[in-house]
């Protein structure tokens, strides 16, 4: 190794960092951000979006402001290396969903550090990330480490409600981002179970949401009159026959890889079977009835829908004109959103029924196969040489997607240690983010940085 190139390496190395600095850096900057009500609609990621800039103008580090409707804004913000390698994308979100606030044992907004935990709606989806990443830039322009890679931040609004954010970064503010290699985002996390951390998973490929109303019309009356064919009960017969519709089962590549590695960890000897060849297993009547009891596994394996909504008159006395139900699907790579609705048609078997796309995005995917992963899988191996690093499907979906569709890898993965009760936080009450985890992350997607450089 040339001489100046070894100085270099030693002299930034991971250990020159003042991780306790730069966890309290993180963890106060989590705090300011969850105090800034972002709840979307109507999101208001302006004032949060100014925040973060402050914190990177004092830093000496490149920002801008993008706005895309009154009050709503991105922010891009970028550390310039050499050019010898394409840029990586952080990305995160600014906006949460609602809090019930009467639900929580503290304010949602209050971002209270409670116990080695920070409390706030956002804390784990997504503003803990924002946090870190928005650290990482500060601690990278501030040791000046020698980037090979340009390293672009990006906090965008309106993830959780259409994703108008990250789809005006690749409509009106491309060349912010053109000739970009690699994304990390939210998705996945370092996966704990009864206490022992099982797996790094490392989302490479996500289902697609279509949101459906199903509308039915018939004759109006009044409720002590029945009507055999009135809105309301066409409407539920065509929901018995979506209720029975058993969608096809079909295998993902990257879930079928997530099994097999997953298959050693198994005690149980037929799950280590079956999990090794999933595709195999699920041909199998009585074992394809054990394995899709995981509602995990049989929502990466097939097509899914949920009736999540349903309306009809509201006086309980009048029969309605018209009557409707929201339906949540999610459809794995290789499905298309007309292809789908074609087969629900048949299902219903009501050719009077109307179907209204309230959202349709299409499933998307990237290899396992890249410096990044590669790169994660170096880190990991560092922290925990007998834990996996397992490439997955995300079954919900992301701003990962669009970003995808023009040519960059994208994964989600997030190295928060969680197991299914603060998993389950997210989106629920009480969300919150260990202060341990905050610092975990920092030095695992530092050490990714310098990786991939």
Sequence with gaps: ????????????????????????????????????????????????????????????????????????????????????????????????VMAEAARWSIPPFSGELRDGFVYG?????????????????????????????????????????????????????????????????????????????????VDVMEKAALWLR???????????????????????????????WETPISVPPAVAEGYRMRAKQQTDPVLRTAYANLEQALKNPALRKRLLADSTLNAEVRNTFTITGLQGSDKVNVIPGSAWAQIDARLLPGETPEGFIAKL???????????????????????????????????????????????????????????REVGITAYGFEPFKLDDVELERSHGDDERVSVENVRFALEFLYDVILELN
Aim: hydrophobic content about 45%.
């Design 214 to 244: 199903i509308v039915a019309s018939g004759p109006t009356g009044h409720g002590s009159i029945p009507i055999a064919n009135s809105s309301v009960n066409r409407l539920l017969t065509a929901l018995e026959r979506l209720r029975a």
């Design 345 to 403: 048609r048949r299902v219903l078997n009501d050719p009077e029924l109307k179907i209204e796309v309230l959202e349709s995005s299409t499933p998307t995917g990237s290899s396992a196969d890249t410096a990044l992963m590669h790169a994660i899988r170096k880190v990991a191996a560092k922290r925990d040489p007998d834990v996996l690093v397992i490439p997955t499907m995300l079954t919900s979906s992301t701003d990962s997607a669009k970003f």
């Design 121 to 201: 709606r956002g804390a784990l989806d997504m503003k803990g990330t924002a946090a870190v990443h928005v650290t990482l830039l500060r601690l990278l322009k501030r040791l000046n480490v020698p980037l090979k890679r340009d390293v672009i931040l990006l906090a965008v609004a309106d993830e959780e409600a259409g994703g108008s954010g990250a789809a005006s970064i690749i409509k009106d503010h491309f060349d912010l981002i053109r000739g970009a290699e690699f994304l990390l985002n939210e998705g996945d996390v370092a996966y704990v179970k009864n206490g022992k951390l099982q797996q790094y998973g």
């Design 1 to 96: 190794m040339p001489l100046l190139l070894l100085l270099s390496v030693l002299l930034f190395a991971p250990t020159d960092v003042d991780w306790f600095k730069a966890q309290a850096e993180a963890v106060q900057l989590l705090q300011e951000l969850i105090r800034i009500d972002t709840t979307n609609p109507p999101g208001n990621e302006l004032v949060t979006a100014r925040h973060i800039q402050k914190v990177l103008d004092a830093d000496g580090i490149e920002t801008r402001i993008l706005d895309i409707a009154p009050g709503r804004a991105n922010l891009y913000a970028r550390i310039k290396g050499d050019g010898s390698k394409r840029p990586l994308i952080l990305l995160s979100h600014m906006d949460v």
